[in-house]
């Protein structure tokens, strides 16, 4: 099955007047799985930006290639661009024009057929809360309306990538959590979805891969559930109603509580309620938070 986004080598240098160049991307490779939720996390100054305006067509790599369903970003630019859809963290409408004229005027942008334009903004305006502001102008939307009707403008051509970029920053839980269901809802609908937050708990919540870059370079990829076998203790902690239980090899004891070493849950767990049965209190395996994984490998 071709990848939804296949970035090999990539990479990008800016020309500063009085500065050495900036090399913003350097050897970015990155594949993503169509029909997925892939996060790309990073602190400020990472690389997001630079390699979602290469991806999008806005800007292209001096290097490496970039292809969206095998149509090559720098070759085949406007092929690539009909199929994406971009919520830019920037907030950006056309403050002259009602709601539904800008989604009407993407829709005919982005090739949908006239005949069913007026279908397509309808369903939009009601995934997004926005029905009963079809007919005002932009200009006179609050925060949270523009981010949903930015969000309108994207899908509008029911793109197969979407590229969500910080599309949460600033809104209030209610609409954050409309947002997380639209996200879901598409990605079931077959939409593959590129997302980026600061907000790392709604990575956890939403991504089923993730991507950590910083200085430009690719640092870590996986699912989460990789990430945290990884950078967790790998141990099962356990607590007993008897401690002077006989103890099973590789136990420790630590205070109140025991810890043994994890290598398959599972199986780990089975040979721990085996040994001890109704003697256990508690136990749990604990993993590690995305929030400490992203702390640890970003640090400098």
């Known amino acids: ?146 981010r949903r009707l930015m969000i309108a403008k994207s899908i509008i051509h029911k793109p197969k990538l979407l590229i969500l970029d910080e599309p949460t920053a600033g809104v209030d839980v209610a609409l954050r959590q409309k947002i997380w269901e639209l996200v879901r809802r598409l990605r079931d609908e077959g939409t593959t979805i590129l997302f980026t937050t600061h907000y790392l708990e709604e990575a956890e919540q939403l991504c089923d891969r993730i991507t950590l870059i910083n200085h430009g370079r690719i640092i870590k990829d996986g699912s989460l559930k990789d990430l945290q076998q990884e950078f967790s203790k790998n141990v099962i902690t356990f607590e007993l109603y008897d401690r002077e239980a006989t103890a099973l090899s590789g136990v420790v004891a630590d205070g109140n509580a025991y810890h043994f070493p994890m290598t398959d849950l599972a199986k780990d767990m089975r040979t721990l309620t085996e040994h001890y049965q109704s003697n256990i209190k508690s136990i749990r395996s604990e993993a590690v938070s995305l929030e400490k994984i992203f702390l640890e490998l970003t640090k400098d």
């Open 1 to 146: 099955m071709i990848p939804a986004l296949s970035v090999k080598h990539a990479g990008k240098t800016f020309k500063r007047q009085n500065a050495e160049p900036l090399e913003a991307l350097k050897d970015v490779n990155l594949e993503i799985k169509a029909g997925s939720i892939h996060g790309l996390l990073g602190p400020n100054g990472a690389g997001k930006s630079t390699l979602i305006s290469l991806i999008s067509g806005i800007s292209v790599a001096d290097q490496g290639s970039i292809e969206v369903f095998g149509l090559d970003v720098a070759k085949q630019t406007q092929a690539a661009k009909q199929i994406q859809g971009i919520v830019p963290q920037e907030v950006v409408v056309e403050p002259a024009f009602t709601v539904r004229e800008v989604l009407y005027y993407f829709s005919g942008m982005y090739g949908v057929p006239a005949g069913e334009r007026d279908a397509r903004i309808d369903a939009v305006l009601k995934d997004l809360a926005l029905s009963d502001k079809a007919e005002e102008r932009a200009r006179s939307l609050s925060g949270g309306m523009k």
